[in-house]
Structure formats: structure tokens, C-alpha cells
């Protein structure tokens, strides 16, 4: 797993993980997650476009000036 974000709303926690393919995705999520103790259910998306922290301030700036 690459970072885990505790959260608001419907979910409790959000664990972002990076794999090599959608078969390591189906592996890491069916065989090893929900193997843990406490994970009742999960929910996968799939991102398909990764900004950097400069597009982020850029894009969330509009109106601010």
C-alpha cells in the first residue's frame, strides 16, 4: 500500500495503492485486504490522471485573487 487517509463521509478510511495492472489490483484487493481483520467491504476506483501539488493550487486559486 502506498498511503492510507483517515476521512470523513460515507468511508473510513482511503488506501491508495499503485500496481502494475488491473489483475495486481484484483489480487491486492480481493485476496489481501479483505483477508484483514475489520475490512467489512470496499469500494475501487481507478484513477486515470495524477496532478502535481503546482496544478492542484492552480486549479482550487480561481477567484481568490
Known amino acids: 500500500m502506498s498511503e492510507v487517509y483517515s476521512v470523513s463521509g460515507e468511508y473510513d478510511l482511503v488506501a491508495l495503492i499503485r500496481v502494475a495492472d ?3 489490483m484484483a489480487e491486492v ?3 489481501q485486504m479483505l483477508k484483514l481483520a475489520g475490512i467489512t ?3 475501487t476506483m481507478v484513477a486515470f490522471r ?3 501539488r503546482h496544478d492542484l ?3 482550487f486559486s480561481i ?3
Open 50 to 52: 495524477a496532478f502535481s
Open 63 to 65: 477567484g481568490l485573487q
Open 41 to 43: 467491504r470496499t469500494h
Open 57 to 59: 493550487e492552480r486549479m
Open 29 to 31: 484487493v480481493t485476496d
Open 22 to 24: 488491473a489483475d495486481s
